[in-house]
């Protein structure tokens, strides 16, 4: 069996009798999808900016919280503050987090945020590693990734393709920020938002995208021919720079 184990990443053990109803009005997702297997999931501002995205699971007594190490300790902080006399504990697991492609071991759960990422193993496992270009995957499958393209405080799930990802439910009940996505949803169209692009050429990570001289966006992740981008939607037309590369939307490529 072929899989890498991912080192960036930290889990936390949520305990206690409220935990479901704790973690229902706190994030964007449905925690009643729990009982089907692994739920992807933000937990937002009151303002609706993203602050954290996250992979939740079922572990019997506890649930189980996938997420970037660099955000463990404020994820964890901010959960605290909500939490008043909810009988909820927050605890920090030596849990390891492993991720392939290929026929998933006994006890794996497929990625949700698309097919294309693989699975995902929380445990003990005995494994080679995986000949897998991840960065190439995901950029293929326009998936931003935390630290990259999601910054905390700055911007919004729906601009960063979270119903897309599987990443929010406009159906359970209130959470924190939910009127300001669902206003998004329901009430305006996006004008900003990621979208994945060819690229000739290459440029740093954030590097300004223009188009006929005016600023079109941000070139983020590049992987063969490919990116992620943050643009204005009435902007990216034809032909655009970023820097030293040109930059297309991917869709009028084709």
Request: net charge negative; hydrophobic share 40%.
């Amino acid at each position: 069996m072929q899989a890498d184990r991912c080192h960036d990443r930290q889990v936390i053990r949520v305990a206690g009798g409220d935990r479901l109803s704790f973690l229902q009005g706190l994030v964007t997702n449905d925690v009643e999808k729990l009982k089907d297997g692994i739920v992807y999931a933000a937990l937002l501002s009151p303002q609706g900016k993203y602050l954290a995205d996250f992979f939740l699971l079922d572990d019997g007594d506890c649930v189980l919280v996938d997420i970037k190490s660099e955000l463990s300790a404020g994820f964890v902080q901010r959960l605290s503050m909500y939490k008043l006399r909810a009988d909820v504990t927050l605890a920090p697991a030596d849990i390891a987090v492993w991720r392939g492609l290929g026929p998933p071991p006994p006890g794996a759960h497929a990625d949700p945020r698309d097919a294309s990422l693989g699975w995902r193993y929380y445990g003990e496992f005995d494994a080679e590693p995986a000949s897998v270009d991840w960065t190439a995957l995901r950029v293929n499958a326009c998936i931003p990734e935390t630290g990259v393209e999601l910054i905390p405080n700055d911007g919004y799930i729906l601009e960063a393709g979270f119903e897309r990802m599987n990443g929010v439910d406009f159906h359970k009940g209130c959470y924190v920020g939910q009127e300001v996505t669902a206003r998004m949803k329901h009430k305006t169209e996006l004008r900003k938002g990621f979208a994945a692009v060819t690229v000739e050429g290459a440029a740093p990570s954030g590097t300004e995208i223009t188009a006929a001289g005016k600023p079109a966006g941000t070139l983020y992740t590049q992987s063969g021919g490919h990116g992620i981008a943050y643009l204005r939607f009435d902007r990216a037309k034809g032909d655009m720079a970023a820097g030293p590369a040109r930059v297309r939307l991917a869709s009028a490529a084709e």
